[in-house]
Nanobody
Framework: QVQVVESGGGLVQPGGSLRLSCATSGSIFNLYYMGWYRQSPGKQRELVAFMTSDGMSNYVDSVKGRFTISRDNSKNTVYLQMNSLKPEDTAVYYC????????????WGRGTQVTVSS
């Protein structure tokens, strides 16, 4: 079992920055996959960025060059540094982890709201 808790959301002006954190705890260590997703009203949840424990990462095109994902494997924590934020980045951001490669086991946090508005 893994508990997932996001933090760091808030209200920011366009062009501003936020750093999201996702802390995990539980009986599983060395989580293979950790990712950030987002969902805005009326839209499907989409993958924003992910990083695996062996360093593989990827981003949705709309955030490339603005967002950076990183993780601290010793703490099973993942971060999302978001720069040059735009109003269209407004969404609830969710952290997801898949502890084992190739196994369909996944855990979600409850999300943190990010609002980009002047």
């Amino acid at each position: 079992q893994v508990q997932v808790v996001e933090s760091g959301g808030g209200l920011v002006q366009p062009g501003g920055s936020l750093r999201l954190s996702c802390a995990t705890s539980g009986s599983i260590f060395n989580l293979y996959y950790m990712g950030w997703y987002r969902q805005s009203p009326g839209k499907q949840r989409e993958l924003v960025a992910f990083m695996t424990s062996d360093g593989m990462s990827n981003y949705v095109d709309s955030v490339k060059g603005r967002f950076t994902i990183s993780r601290d494997n010793s703490k099973n924590t993942v971060y999302l540094q978001m720069n040059s934020l735009k109003p269209e980045d407004t969404a609830v951001y969710y952290c997801n982890t898949k502890p084992f490669q190739g196994l369909d086991l996944t855990y979600w946090g409850r999300g943190t709201q990010v609002t980009v508005s002047s």
